[in-house]
T-cell receptor
């Protein structure tokens, strides 16, 4: 039973398209995240939501719009996809934003923009 | 600016021997450190953590050492097993209560050979 699940796992799309990646966690956590791992393998935080409210937005282009319909879901919508958006996107969650313990990651969504 | 550095992209160790993975950081405000393990096509999973009030934390075969003066931490795996073959990410944050602000290194790929 996957704790943090994200779909799709693989996505190949053309430049200019709009796409969404969905994420759900069944851990009862209050905080969810989107991380991006780029071609240089840097794993960087993009957004963080705590109880459906945005608490971190790390200089991400406004083509990226996260949406949290409830605290168990955090979806990532990307408009006008560009080649540089090709990366692995990881959804994650933690008990709350102030917790000093574990962030649980999803399996990743491999996005390729052609 | 890469605040968390893992300068060895890969490491090969024989089964049964010790694996030592290194991590350096530049931000003196970091005081909470974690190691994550990542298998191919999966998300990172939490392995072990240490706060700056300690210099060592042990969990079974895994021990993390922290040298604050050198801004260096290391993960020791003894004895190494083939199932330990994975990419290991070092991560750091400023403050015990900031799970939402982890900074990751680029990872070290560990290969444990028979």
């Amino acid at each position: 039973d996957t704790a943090v699940s994200q779909t799709p796992k693989y996505l190949v799309t053309q430049m200019g398209n709009d796409k969404s990646i969905k994420c759900e966690q069944n851990l009862g956590h209050d905080t969810m995240y989107w991380y991006k791992q780029d071609s240089k393998k840097f794993l960087k935080i993009m957004f963080s939501y705590n109880n459906k409210e945005l608490i971190i937005n790390e200089t991400v282009p406004n083509r990226f719009s996260p949406k949290s319909p409830d605290k168990a879901h955090l979806n990532l919508h990307i408009n006008s996809l560009e080649l540089g958006d090709s990366a692995v996107y990881f959804c994650a969650s933690s008990q709350d934003a102030d917790s000093g313990n574990t962030i649980y990651f999803g399996e990743g969504s491999w996005l390729t923009v052609v | 600016d890469q605040q968390v550095k893992q300068n060895s992209p890969s490491l090969s160790v024989q089964e049964g021997r010790i694996s030592i993975l290194n991590c350096d950081y530049t931000n003196s405000m970091f005081d909470y450190f974690l190691w994550y393990k990542k298998y191919p096509a999966e998300g990172p999973t939490f392995l072990i953590s240490i706060s700056s009030i300690k210099d060592k934390n042990e969990d079974g075969r895994f021990t993390v050492f922290l040298n604050k003066s050198a801004k260096h931490l290391s993960l020791h795996i003894v004895p190494s097993q083939p199932g330990d073959s994975a990419v290991y990410f070092c991560a750091a944050s400023a403050g015990w209560g900031t799970a939402s602000k982890l900074t990751f290194g680029t990872g070290t790929r560990l290969q444990v050979t028979l």
